[in-house]
């Protein structure tokens, strides 16, 4: 299984970029999948993340009302709009996927593939 990320990109504040996580498989469009990030010097932060059919879909607090979560299973691709970007939002943005038991939307731990992130950097 592989995980693609893109879609990062150097903004200013105010901005909005989309994020694309392409997952490889037929499997991909059955498990939750969520975005995470990562500042330099910081640990890796959860952002949002939803379930197979958008049922359930969760959000960090700093992010709510900005980003949006949503995925299209027919093109095996999840999506993070984020709009109204602040300098606090930049890091390498990660998507990962769920493959396995009970799941736990904001743990990084619980989630089995990863993409290779993709760089965000907004500007003041």
């Known amino acids: 299984v592989q995980l693609q990320a893109s879609g990062g990109g150097l903004v200013q504040a105010g901005d909005s970029l989309r994020l694309s996580c392409v997952g490889s498989g037929r499997m991909f469009r059955s498990w939750p999948v969520a975005w995470f990030r990562q500042a330099p010097g910081q640990e890796r932060e959860f952002v949002a993340a939803?379930?197979?059919?958008?049922?359930?879909?969760f959000y960090a607090d700093s992010v709510k009302g900005r980003f949006t979560i949503s995925r299209d299973n027919d093109r095996n691709t999840v999506y993070l709009q984020m709009n109204n970007l602040r300098p606090e939002d930049t890091a390498v943005y990660y998507c990962a996927a769920d493959t396995i038991g009970f799941w736990k939307p904001d743990t990084a731990q619980e989630y089995d593939y990863w993409g290779q992130g993709t760089q965000v950097t907004v500007s003041s």
């Open positions: 939803t379930n197979w059919k958008m049922s359930q879909i």
